[in-house]
């Protein structure tokens, strides 16, 4: 069983931070790539960040210049700091990961942490 449990999320205002941490457990043998999605009242879950295990990063283009990806490997945890937020990054946060537990490879999702910005 793996798990992916996300962190940090909360109420920040305009022009703000936050920082997001995700941690994964359980039957890990390798991770992969890992990323951040969101996803706003009404509207499609979308990508925000994806990071490789090699350290290769991608951005939607609403956050680059303003959101950092980024992983601790001997942790098995990947970050998302969030500078300069807007009231249009309110939504919940998932995590993602896509897992090799030594026997397949399967992509996994946390539950979600919301990120309010508003004054």
């Known amino acids: 069983q793996v798990q992916l449990v996300e962190s940090g999320g909360g109420l920040a205002q305009p022009g703000g931070s936050l920082r997001l941490s995700c941690a994964a457990s359980g039957r890990i043998f390798s991770i992969n790539d890992m990323g951040w999605y969101r996803q706003a009242p009404g509207k499609e879950r979308i990508v925000v960040a994806t990071?490789?295990?090699?350290?290769?990063?991608n951005y939607a283009d609403s956050v680059k210049g303003r959101f950092t990806i980024s992983r601790d490997n001997a942790k098995n945890t990947v970050y998302l700091q969030m500078n300069s937020l807007k009231p249009e990054d309110t939504a919940v946060y998932y995590c993602?990961?896509?897992?090799?537990?030594?026997?397949?490879?399967?992509?996994?999702w946390g539950k979600g942490t919301l990120v309010t910005v508003s004054s």
């Open positions: 990071i490789t295990n090699g350290g290769s990063t």
């Open positions: 993602n990961a896509k897992i090799f537990n030594g026997d397949y490879n399967a992509n996994y």
